[in-house]
């Protein structure tokens, strides 16, 4: 269970994140959606460790995970895709592949959440050595997912997978998040923009408004709430 | 005709040195956007164990791995020591790149002081562990010797040796990552840190060998303020830059075009030249190419 | 703590001042201190120029001792071919030099970062050798440059050293007035501008170019002026006068200064005078070894430079700024 209480991030003078508080459950896909700065970002990067947090308290399965290095709690199978399509352009798609698994001791079992990305995106399995800059921009998210998959993690944040990308592609991205989430039974925590696409694959919803949480509750809950709908849902 | 070839292997040997020396630069900038100008002094301290390990033996073939462990170790210390702490407090644009390379520079010079202090007048000897003299090839000498093939033979050998562990190993994938995209490579679960220090050391190695095969081309000793050091530093530099200092095939190329224009410039104009052509070279290169030859426009993502 | 409102009038006095405090240190110092102080002067200009151009432009330099070899070797030619007072030998050393920088920056305005540094610094090694090869620069005994002797007014007791210290004290004056004028006006605040952020400098209508080359233009005039007063200070303008050393001494004693502002000036020119000495004081009291000698002064000064980077990398003048302010 991932467990947040009271947290608080500063960037320098400015508070980022006000006594953030939610639980997620295993399994869940927890979306967080909310405006522009609203903090969506600041959280998966203190949870995945590149930012600082100034106080509060965050758990994963009961582990402490703040104050660490971003290196140490992949091992702990907590698995960033940042803002961006992160992946190395210069690199092929398998290279980017195995990157995400480089520091898993058992090469056989690496091979295996190989296959398991290919199958999930067959179009990667066919540019494997293809440099990573040739692939469309739905085929890189893919491959930023794809490569977090090969750290065998447990808990997934994903910050705006969606981000530029055409209509259909975000279909199947949110399809594939939702598939894989139940399939290896993942914790997900996903920051969207894009709020509809995002609560009707999630089973909870976080709303964030300037570092602070506005609403929480189911995803039908908030899909539903008049609030939500005017502020997030365009209608 | 003769000249001619003999012109070309002398600058190919040396500007290989220059590469090596430039090899050194470049991991060091593509894995902390830092220039190491204390990549010269490490060379330096390192042909010095190496002239020592020779006295000790009396064997070469011992000597230069030895010294390239050496060469190896001293980076890492640097990097740990020294450039870590440095990079956790330079900040601020501009500032950068210059804070940086001075303070390298500052380390160049406390690695020459202490170097001077141990050894003083004193001379380390490296002298060529085989013949340097020419083949004779239809009755005339040429600058082709068996210390140049050596020579030749080293370099290539390490060009392919870094070749293979960049880009067949695990090793070099997370060495390549990791100076692409740190952020990318941490939340991949790299340890960048530790891969950093890992590329510092080759660094070290790579221009550990340089200084032993500049001294063996050379004059066969070391000193502190060895005029021969002093060049391996400004021309792997320049070289370095010359192909691009964001890749390592720029390293050769910019070292051997260095070396081949410089020696052809020695053999038809003169000496003292030598370092205005090489100015010369760098920034006709630079107008045109201004990231250098293979000139990548390169840069770090996060 | 109530702000003092700086302006140019004041400054103009704070000045005359520094020029009457060294009119009368002039009386009381001897032949050796005469001539320490013209190089401080000369060191002044020179990480003026570094200053401008690094901390202000952003733009690296390894190889301000070449400028300064080019303004050496003007100066010193003028006074040869022209026989024309010493006033307008540095007046051409300036001219020239600026002008050499106005071509450099135009070849270096697209170069950033480690490219530039390597320029300036194959610029630091191969510029000066250039005399060796061409005997109408004297090659390797160089050419002399003879600022002659005080004007016999002045009374016997007037030494040519005082009168190098004089003519360069004052030279450096009057440069630092102009500079600081320069830094203030919208040159610098152009500079300033570009090297924080270059796109927004361009969206605010900027040219980047023409900064950029204007920088490289001004520090170059700088730093001849820096040449000619050091070649006036040693008789002699000779390629040896110039190594790789002297371009590293000079970015040395701009970071000692603080890169980033002018005000430090004097902090990193002393420090590379006082050094030297302040080192064989040292070696002498400790040991009798020659080795401890000739490696103290650079040791020292090196080690300066580094802790100034980890504990003051603004310069030390900002580091008590922002202590105080705290």
Known sequence: ??????????????????????????????????????????????????????????????????????????????????????????????????????????????????????ELFPRLGERLSQRADSLSGGERQMLAIGRSIMSKPELLLLDEPSLGLAPLVIEQIFQAIRDLTTAMGLTVLLVEQNAMGALKIADIGIVLNLGSIAATGSATALRDDPAVRAAYLGF | MFNFINTLLIGITAGSIYSLMAIAIVLVWRSTRVVNFAAGGLALASSFVGAAVLETTGSFWVALPLAMIAGALFSAFIEYFFLRPLLKRSGGKGEEIFLPIIATLGLLGIIKAILNYIYGDRVGSLPPPLSDKGFIVSGQSIALSPMRILILGTVLVLMAFLTLIFQRTNLGLSLRASSFAPEISRLAGIRVDLIRTVGWAISGAAGATAGILQTTNGSGSIA??????????????????????????????????????????????????????????????????????????????? | MHKLQITNKHRFIGFALIGLVVYILSDVVDEWRSFQGATIAVYIVAIASVILLTGYSGQISLGHGALLAVGAYSAALTQIYFHVPIWVCFAAAVLVTALFGAILGAAAARLSGPYLAGTTLALAVGLPSIANQFSILGGEQGISFDAGWPPLSFGDSFTQYKWFFWIASLAALIAMWWVQNILRSRYGRTWRAVKTNEVAAEIAGINIGRSKVLAFTVSAGLAGLAGALLAMTMNNVSPSAFPLALSFSIATGAVLSGVNTLGGVMIGSVALVAIPEIASLISDRWSSSENLATILPEFIVNALLILTVFLAPKGPIEKLRSRHSK
């Open chain 1, 1 to 118: 269970m991932l467990k947040i209480e009271n947290l608080s991030v500063s960037h320098g003078a400015i508070r980022a994140l006000h006594e953030i508080s939610f639980n997620v459950e295993k399994g869940q896909l927890a979306a967080v959606i909310g405006a522009n700065g609203a903090g969506k970002t600041t959280l998966l990067r203190t949870l995945s460790g590149l930012n600082k947090a100034s106080h509060g308290l965050a758990q994963w399965n009961d582990h402490n995970i703040l104050h660490a290095k971003p290196e140490a709690l992949v091992r702990h199978g907590i698995s960033h895709v940042s803002e961006g399509k992160s992946v190395i352009p210069e690199l092929t798609v398998s290279e980017n592949l195995e990157l995400g698994a480089l520091w898993r001791r058992n090469k056989k079992e690496a091979a295996k959440s190989k296959q398991e990305v290919v």
């Open chain 2, 224 to 302: 502190p303020e060895s005029f021969e050091f002093s060049l391996l530093l400004v021309f792997g530099f320049v070289a370095a830059v010359i192909g691009g200092i964001e890749s390592l095939i720029g390293a050769v190329v910019g070292g051997l075009t260095l070396g081949i224009v410089l020696a052809i410039i020695l053999m038809y104009v003169g000496g003292s030249l030598v370092f205005f052509a090489a100015f010369l070279i760098l920034i006709l290169v630079l107008l045109l190419r201004p990231h250098g030859i293979i000139g990548v426009k390169g840069g770090r993502r996060a």
